[in-house]
């Protein structure tokens, strides 16, 4: 069974440009979950999807980060524009329900220069 | 406020001994809870959970944990170390109403030879 995938795996920008992050899920996975893993501290979710509708975003910074996940399979996170403490690893993560284990994919590690 | 606590950022213990990794959460109504590790570079890799049932959880590669309700912990064990077991540790706690999941800020476990 194929597993979570990311991309780019990596991404080094410049303050205020933007970026965007893609996640395919495994397939069948009803539930998404993107993460932002800051070095030295533990994964902190940002947004959680249940098909194409948002469950939770109560710690997503909206002034400046959105998601998407229209058709209910992949998602993209995007952050415009960047700031320097955006520098972090971003963490995809997938379950068949709200209630089942998540799977993680490689992170996408992001640098802002 | 709903958090988890990994009181140790570093844990040695010697080859084929038993080791033990600490974590203690706050969070409302009934948890579920979950260990996962993470190799250098590699993604988030799940281990085991506690959902309801049985107080002790076996989950992958021998490792198993203790749900204690009283001390609200969720030790992480295993009865004989491998230097192979040499990684980062992270506690996690979903709440009760299914929308927030939380990680601790990781444990660095050394297996020495």
């Known amino acids: 069974e194929a597993g979570v995938a990311q991309s780019p795996r990596y991404k080094i920008i410049e303050k205020r440009q933007s970026v965007a992050f893609w996640c395919n899920p495994i397939?069948?996975?009803?539930?998404l979950y993107w993460y932002q893993q800051i070095l030295g501290q533990g994964p902190k979710l940002l947004i959680q999807?249940?098909?194409?509708?948002?469950?939770?975003d109560s710690q997503l910074p909206k002034d400046r980060f959105s998601a998407e996940r229209l058709k209910g399979v992949d998602s993209t996170l995007k952050i415009q524009p960047a700031k320097l403490e955006d520098s972090a690893v971003y963490l995809c993560?997938?379950?068949?329900?709200?209630?089942?284990?998540?799977?993680f994919g490689p992170g996408t590690r992001l640098l802002v220069l | 406020a709903q958090s988890v606590a990994q009181p140790e950022d570093q844990v040695n213990v010697a080859e084929g001994n038993p080791l033990t990794v600490k974590c203690t959460y706050s969070?409302?109504?009934?948890?579920?809870l979950f260990w996962y590790v993470q190799y250098p570079n590699r993604g988030l890799q799940f281990l085991l959970k506690?959902?309801?049932?049985?107080?002790l959880v076996k989950g992958s590669y021998g490792f198993e944990a203790e749900f204690n309700k009283s001390q609200t912990s969720f030790h992480l064990k295993k009865p004989s170390a491998l230097v192979s077991d040499s990684a980062l540790y992270f506690c996690?706690?979903?709440?009760?109403?299914?929308?927030?999941?939380?990680f601790g800020t990781g444990t660095s476990l050394t297996v020495i030879p």
């Open positions: 993560a997938s379950s068949l329900s709200r209630v089942e284990t998540q799977y």
């Open positions: 397939s069948g996975h009803a539930t």
């Open positions: 999807f249940q098909n194409n509708g948002v469950v939770d």
């Open positions: 969070v409302s109504g009934n948890p579920y």
């Open positions: 506690y959902i309801t049932g049985d107080n």
């Open positions: 996690a706690v979903r709440d009760g109403t299914g929308n927030q999941f939380y």
